[in-house]
């Protein structure tokens, strides 16, 4: 009891009881275990920035892009759809909608 005693009047927790070692928060320890975090986030945001800026520039040619890829989009689905037409069997819903006309 009177170590007990002697650990606690010394700033030490009852944790050091067992092992012989204490926890301690020091600033040193903190910024060491959290600077790569801290670098990660940094390099992620440059990136962002960097990458935002060179697009910014190529907003028109985007557009064109996409517009051209929504065009072979459209176009591609205009001609499945008309070969499954003109394939269809004979109990196909383009034969249907011929007999109901």
């Avoid at 009852?14 to 790569?36: E, Y």
């Avoid at 065009?71 to 499954?84: F, G, I, N, P």
């Amino acid at each position: 009891m009177a170590r007990m005693g002697a650990l606690l009047r010394n700033n030490y927790s009852i944790r050091t009881l067992f092992n012989g070692k204490s926890l301690s928060n020091s600033a040193h320890d903190i910024v060491r275990l959290l600077w790569p975090f801290l670098a990660w986030g940094a390099l992620v945001v440059l990136l962002y920035g960097i990458s935002f800026a060179s697009f910014n520039s190529m907003n028109g040619k985007l557009v064109a892009i996409k517009l051209v890829r929504r065009t072979v989009a459209q176009e591609s689905r205009l001609v499945y759809y008309a070969t499954e037409a003109a394939l269809g069997q004979v109990g196909g819903w383009l034969v249907g909608c011929a007999r109901a006309v």
